[in-house]
Structure formats: C-alpha cells, structure tokens
C-alpha cells in the first residue's frame, strides 16, 4: 500500500506533455542557432532542393509532388517579393475617400507621397520565407516515399503551364514595383554609422 508521503506516479499524458514541451524547446533553440547564418541556410535547403529534384528524376515519378511544390515556392517568391502594405491597396481605397466626398478634413502631412522616407518592409520576412521553403521541400521528399502520391501525367504540360505562370505573374509583379517605386532588395553599399568608414 502506498503513504500518503510518496509523490503519485506522474501519469503518462502528463509525461508526454513534458518530453513534448522539451522537444519543442530543442526545436526552438536549434532554429535560434540558425538564425543568424542566412548563407548557410540557403545553401542548406538548396542541398534539399538538389536531393528533392534527383529523386524526381532518377525516378521518373511524382510530378504532381514536385508542380505542387513549385506552385507553392512561387507563392512564397510573391510574398517575400512584396511589400507588407500594398500602395495599390492604399490607392484605391484614397479614391474610394475621394469618391464619397470624404478626406477633405484638412492637410495632412506629409503633404506629398515622396516627402517622407519609408523602408521597404516585406509581407513575408526572409526569415519565414526560408523556413516554409525548408519545411515544404521536406514535405515534398516525404511524400516521394509513398505510392500514393505518384500519379501518372504527361509532365511536360506541367512543366509548360509553370513556366508560362511564372513568367506572368514575375512580369506583373515588376510592372508594380515599376509603378510604385520600390526595390525589394538591398543594392549597393551599406553604410556604418558611428564607426570608421
């Protein structure tokens, strides 16, 4: 018989929950190590691109697995290619202000678009962008293990009707980062502040 001084056996969903938890600090703690290498990163999940696409060759299988991968990686391009608050989005709804009579309740500053410096912030951060890519192709080579996931198609009209979707949609999202002014990338020199040039 037990006393009633003895601690009572954890139970066992208890258990789970705590060795769960530990997994997940690990996981954390492991994603916080990376962080900082954006190069190593890329190369990383660029290595599991590589693997992905061998598998997809040598074995002449899944390519709905790899179209769908490809769609949902273009997908992932668009956002991290575009900035958080749209200037179209905000064009339309100033015309739709104009349009009711509303938005005359005195200047506003600043009183031009360009008379105030605003950074380029991205909807989907770079950080976001490279673990969903890496969680994706992971995905991806997972369901190349199962039979199940092969489904006969003449890929070529696959591989067709991408390209002609990436095509269009890159050359619509240029035509807009033309019209609004923004470059979604860091070009040129960095410069220091309060250090020695």
């Known amino acids: 018989m037990m006393s009633s001084d003895e ?3 954890p139970l066992p969903l208890a258990a789970a929950q705590l060795q769960f938890a530990k997994l997940q600090r690990q996981y954390q703690q492991t ?46 391009l668009l956002a991290f290619l575009q900035p958080r608050f749209d200037p179209s989005i905000q064009d339309d709804l100033m015309a739709d202000e104009i349009e009711e009579g509303a938005g005359d ?23 976001q962008f490279w673990l969903s890519s890496t ?23 696959l591989v067709v009707y991408f390209c002609v979707l990436f095509a269009l949609t890159m050359r619509r999202q240029i035509q ?9 990338f860091d070009i040129g020199r960095k410069t220091r502040y309060g250090g020695s040039n």
Not at 36 to 51: A, K, M
Not at 135 to 154: G, K, N
Request: glycine share 4%; net charge neutral.
């Open 7 to 9: 601690p009572a056996a």
């Open 135 to 157: 969680r994706a192709v992971l995905v991806a080579l997972f369901c190349t293990i199962s039979e199940i996931f092969d489904v006969p198609v003449y890929w070529p009209i």
């Open 176 to 184: 807009h980062m033309i019209k609004y002014k923004y470059i979604p």
């Open 31 to 76: 994603l916080d190590r990376w962080t900082p290498h954006v190069l190593q990163r890329w190369l990383g999940t660029l290595g599991l691109l590589i693997i992905f696409m061998l598998r997809i060759v040598l074995s002449e299988g899944w390519y709905i697995v790899c179209y769908a991968l490809a769609i949902y990686l273009l997908n992932l």
């Open 105 to 127: 309740d005195g200047p506003a500053l600043p009183s031009q678009r360009d008379d105030e410096f605003r950074p380029f912030v991205r909807r989907l951060p770079e950080w």
